[in-house]
């Protein structure tokens, strides 16, 4: 699977989103990369040799002033790492989908525990 490709599938599952979300994405970009740079996996105290699928850049929703005026927050997905562990291209897509989901749900200021525990 190309770049590319994990990039439509990013792209179906944003436009798949319930609208009472989709309409609330905003000032957010969507970016998909092959790997982590060790400097991503630092800014969030990762390990180097763990898996990162996705990464969220800006300031949540829940910690933002009505004044906010910012430069766009970045969801970034990472393909490579995605692609590795998943078994054939229906767990690609399903795990891609997972990320993104995962991923916007940082913007709209859910914690790692608080997105897992809802099984995202």
Known sequence: MTLDEVEVIVEDSIKTLPDEFRTKLDN???VVEAWPTPEEFESIKAHPGS???GLYRGIPKTQRFSNYS???DKI???AGPILMISK???DAKK???ETVLHEIGHQFGMSDDQLRSRGI
């Open 95 to 97: 795990r891609i989908k």
């Open 88 to 90: 054939d291209l229906r």
């Open 51 to 53: 898996l990162l699928f």
């Open 28 to 30: 957010v970009g969507f």
């Open 76 to 78: 970034i997905i990472y």
């Open 70 to 72: 910012s430069l766009p």
